[in-house]
């Protein structure tokens, strides 16, 4: 997973600690939204994957009231709260655009192209995000 926080940060142009706090609020909401059984194989093809999830603080919705009223919506609100987190996090909408992209590269690479297709067109609104 260091690897890839480093290439995510390189790619984006922040920080490791930044890049990991992203990476940490995408898999969350993936995790939240995505399919059980593809999200399953995902986190099981990027080595550190869980480990990371399970060390996180995100609360999958962020940014208070709004946040937790977004993230209890699911589908397109839970993407706009995850959406959300990134930005309180610090990030700009092309630094966020870096991350989801290295991120489903690397996916890509380790799962397969159709897991992740899967995953992306099960969750209503990530592709307007992406």
Do not use: C, H, Y
Not at 46 to 65: K, N, R, T, V
Request: proline content about 3%.
């Amino acid at each position: 997973m260091d690897e890839l926080i480093e290439r995510i940060a390189s790619a984006a142009g922040i920080s490791p600690d930044l890049a990991q706090t992203a990476v940490r609020v995408i898999l969350n909401f993936l995790n939240k939204e995505g399919p059980e059984d593809k999200m399953s194989m995902l986190m099981d093809a990027l080595p550190g994957a869980s480990d990371l999830l399970e060390g996180g603080e995100s609360s999958g919705g962020g940014g208070g009231l709004l946040g937790g009223l977004m993230g209890s919506m699911g589908g397109m609100g839970g993407a706009m709260a995850a959406l959300n987190e990134l930005n309180s996090a610090g990030l700009e909408m092309g630094q966020i655009q870096s991350v989801a992209q290295e991120l489903i590269g690397t996916a890509k690479e380790s799962v397969g192209e159709e897991v992740v297709d899967e995953i992306i067109s099960s969750v209503p609104g990530l592709n307007q995000v992406l």
